[in-house]
């Protein structure tokens, strides 16, 4: 799998990015549902 992937650094960090930005996403959510209504 990683050889037929060319070296990319941006690729590699955009997913980073990813998992960060969902981690973030899945606080707003919480926050969002554990409002009282």
């Avoid at 050889?3 to 650094?9: A, G, L, R, T, V």
Wanted: proline share 8%; aromatic share 2%.
């Amino acid at each position: 799998m990683r050889q037929q992937e060319p070296s990319m650094p941006q690729v590699r960090k955009s997913r980073a990015d990813g998992v960060e930005m969902n981690q973030q996403t899945e606080a707003i959510v919480q926050i969002l549902f554990n409002e009282p209504t």
